[in-house]
């Protein structure tokens, strides 16, 4: 059975967290594009919200939010995913992959976009606006 590498970062305190899951669990990130919401039970974090942000195949071919489609595919590129141009001006033709989560991903990387609000600091807020 296959494993799939969920790796979420929190850009709030500027850490990662590596998560596997088997492939009955990452049913939820099939057929979604890079940039799409999804719910963060799936990766143990309950009440969070994650973004899609790229990810790669078994053979470590990124995947490209401009690129439509989940298969590879080679395009010119110019710099971003998948290419760092050495020289200014420089395009090379590279394989990516596109948008679309499917089966042959091993690799997919999101973001925090949403936290549950903590009891504690609700109270907080509370208490200082029926202070003020």
Request: a positive charge; aromatic letters at 2%.
């Amino acid at each position: 059975m296959a494993k799939f590498k969920v790796i979420v970062s929190d850009p709030e305190t500027g850490t990662s967290k590596v998560v596997e899951l088997e492939e009955t669990r990452a049913a939820p990130f099939i057929g979604r594009k890079i940039g799409e919401i999804v719910d963060g039970s799936v990766v143990d974090l309950p009440a969070h919200k994650l973004q899609i942000t790229g990810g790669a195949d078994k053979d470590g071919v990124p995947m490209r939010a401009n690129v439509h489609g989940g298969g590879r595919r080679k395009v010119i590129l110019s710099g971003g995913t998948g290419f760092n141009p050495k020289r200014e001006g420089e395009r090379r033709r590279k394989t990516v992959r596109g948008n679309i989560i499917t089966d042959e991903i091993v690799q997919i990387n999101a973001k925090i976009v949403e936290k549950p609000q903590k009891p504690a600091e609700n109270k907080a807020e509370q208490q200082t606006t029926q202070t003020a």
